[in-house]
Structures are given as C-alpha cells and as structure tokens.
C-alpha cells in the first residue's frame, strides 16, 4: 500500500489544477474513500483536502515568484476566484499574493515522500473476527471531538448512567464481547481532524430485537472485526492503539476499515492504579 499511496502523491502532482476528489484519489488504490483518508492521514498528518491544498498554495508561491501575474496563477492551481486564492494564500502564508514578487517571501510544503520505515519493532496483536448483526443499546451523548487524554464529556456521560439502565444493559448483553462498551460515531469531521462533535455510545452489545424505553438502538449489520488488546497506562495505551491501527497495521494488513461505529472496552487493574487492559473492535473488510 506505501507503494500505491506514493502513486496517489504523483498523480497529485500532476493534476494541481484540476478538481481532485477523495473517491477519485482512493480508486487508485483500489479502496474506499473512507479508508484512503484514514490512512493518509495517520501517515502524512494531513488529510487529503489539507495536502492538496498547501501543496497547490506551494506551488503559486512559487509561481508568483516567477513572475506570473495573480490571476494566472490564482486559475493555474485551481481556484475560480481571485477572493478564494487570496483568501487561501493569506491564510497560508500570512500574506497576500500581490505581495510576494515585492517581498520576496517564499513558503514551500515539500512533496511527500512514503517510506518503509523500521521504527522499534513493537509486535500488534491482532484477531479477526465475524459477527452476526447486532444492535449498540446504551445511552448516548454529542461529545467534543478529543483525540488524547480523558473527554470530560464522555466521563459526564457515564456519571449520568441510572442503576436502572444499568441493569437493562445486563439483561440484553448477551454477545461476544459481553462488556459494557464505548462507541463513537457520525463525527462532524468523520474522524479526520481533532475539531467538531461526534456521538458517544455506552452500552453494550445485544442480539434482542427491542431494547426497551430506557436505551436508545443503534442497528449494526453482520461484518468481521479486526481485535486489538492492549495492556498499559489508562487512556494513553488506548489512545496508542488506535492510532497505530491506521499508521501502522493497516497499511500492511490486506484489510480496509469500514464506514461503521468501531468500540473498545476497559477494564481497569484495582491492583494498578491508571493500569487497565482495553480492546479496540475495528469493522474491517478484505481489500
């Protein structure tokens, strides 16, 4: 796949000005939208939008240098308005194009370059495993997008559970992994970036077609799931985990992740205080 992605950063290159999309770019590497720019990301650090976008504006910069006057250079790289490319290349480089060839300034975002790289040779556990369809059945909140350390909100969240919703729960959990679950899902952001909403889920996982008036539902259809168990420091570990699933396992695995609410549970160590062994659930399909 680093081979592939590498392919994707070319034709980029090749195509600045024109109108360049995620479904367009991912069917290079003959995958979803939705994975392509998970992965990018977790390797590159900017999504798709994000690397078009600063590499279009490196290149004006240069452009502008050159010579060339703002208009030509504004529809070379793909915008169709002089307010946008202005806007943009302000925003970029902290000042107008019709001020570069006076100053001089010049800002590069150099072309990414993906690379095999041996970087510790920390082994991840992994197991794949299929599931009939289920239904998430908990209590849900819209929550701050957080990616590191412990979202208050999702903390509030569980502080809200009632005993009697507690033991609804019990009496649906009757799936694999049979543990009460977080879940995230419909991020204002789809996961991308670190700004926005998502909705929270804690329940658990249940076959039983009804859940009762004190859970909301939320209907998942039959798929494999790649497992990941962690052990470690409560939630960095956690946190850990997932990201090196998309910047690392993924990449390499022969599986994609799919458009649908991956969970993990925790159970904390009473004998480690902040220790706790988590596992990531992540829907997956074969490339």
Same mark, same amino acid.
């Given at each position: 796949?680093?081979?592939?992605?590498?392919?994707?950063?070319?034709?980029?290159?090749?195509?600045?000005?024109?109108?360049?999309?995620?479904?367009?770019?991912?069917?290079?590497?003959?995958?979803?939208?939705?994975?392509?720019?998970?992965?990018?990301?977790?390797?590159?650090?900017?999504?798709?939008?994000?690397?078009?976008?600063?590499?279009?504006?490196?290149?004006?910069?240069?452009?502008?240098?050159?010579?060339?006057?703002?208009?030509?250079?504004?529809?070379?790289?793909?915008?169709?308005?002089?307010?946008?490319?202005?806007?943009?290349?302000?925003?970029?480089?902290?000042?107008?194009?019709?001020?570069?060839?006076?100053?001089?300034?010049?800002?590069?975002?150099?072309?990414?370059?993906?690379?095999?790289?041996?970087?510790?040779?920390?082994?991840?556990?992994?197991?794949?495993?299929?599931?009939?369809?289920?239904?998430?059945?908990?209590?849900?909140?819209?929550?701050? /997008?957080?990616?590191?350390?412990?979202?208050?909100?999702? =903390? +509030?969240?569980?502080?809200? $559970?009632? @005993?009697?919703?507690?033991?609804?729960?019990?009496?649906?959990?009757?799936?694999?992994?049979?543990?009460?679950?977080?879940?995230?899902?419909?991020?204002?952001?789809?996961?991308?970036?670190?700004?926005?909403?998502?909705?929270?889920?804690?329940?658990?996982?249940?076959?039983?077609?009804?859940?009762?008036?004190?859970?909301?539902?939320?209907?998942?259809?039959?798929?494999?799931?790649?497992?990941?168990?962690?052990?470690?420091?409560?939630?960095?570990?956690?946190?850990?985990? /997932?990201?090196?699933?998309?910047?690392?396992?993924?990449? =390499? +695995?022969?599986?994609?992740? $799919?458009? @649908?609410?991956?969970?993990?549970?925790?159970?904390?160590?009473?004998?480690?205080?902040?220790?706790?062994?988590?596992?990531?659930?992540?829907?997956?399909?074969?490339?």
């Amino acid at each position: 796949m680093v081979e592939q992605l590498q392919n994707v950063v070319t034709y980029i290159e090749n195509h600045l000005g024109d109108d360049l999309s995620s479904d367009e770019l991912a069917r290079l590497i003959k995958g979803s939208a939705y994975n392509f720019n998970k992965v990018f990301l977790a390797l590159s650090g900017y999504t798709v939008s994000e690397y078009i976008r600063v590499r279009r504006l490196s290149e004006a910069n240069k452009a502008l240098l050159q010579g060339l006057s703002v208009t030509d250079v504004a529809y070379r790289y793909g915008y169709t308005s002089l307010d946008g490319f202005s806007r943009a290349f302000a925003a970029w480089a902290g000042m107008l194009p019709s001020e570069v060839q006076r100053s001089g300034f010049s800002k590069t975002t150099p072309i990414l370059s993906f690379k095999i790289s041996v970087i510790g040779g920390t082994s991840m556990e992994c197991r794949i495993k299929k599931m009939p369809a289920f239904t998430f059945a908990g209590v849900t909140k819209r929550v701050p /997008m957080q990616f590191e350390g412990v979202n208050q909100e999702i =903390v +509030s969240l569980a502080q809200s $559970i009632t @005993a009697e919703q507690r033991e609804a729960m019990h009496r649906l959990q009757n799936i694999e992994p049979k543990e009460v679950v977080n879940a995230s899902f419909d991020a204002d952001a789809q996961f991308l970036k670190e700004e926005g909403y998502l909705t929270h889920l804690i329940g658990v996982l249940t076959t039983e077609d009804e859940v009762g008036p004190l859970l909301e539902a939320i209907p998942v259809e039959a798929m494999s799931w790649a497992v990941f168990p962690c052990e470690g420091p409560f939630p960095s570990a956690l946190q850990d985990t /997932m990201a090196r699933i998309y910047a690392e396992w993924l990449p =390499v +695995s022969g599986y994609e992740v $799919i458009n @649908a609410p991956s969970f993990s549970f925790t159970r904390m160590d009473p004998g480690k205080p902040g220790y706790a062994y988590s596992e990531v659930w992540t829907p997956v399909q074969q490339r």
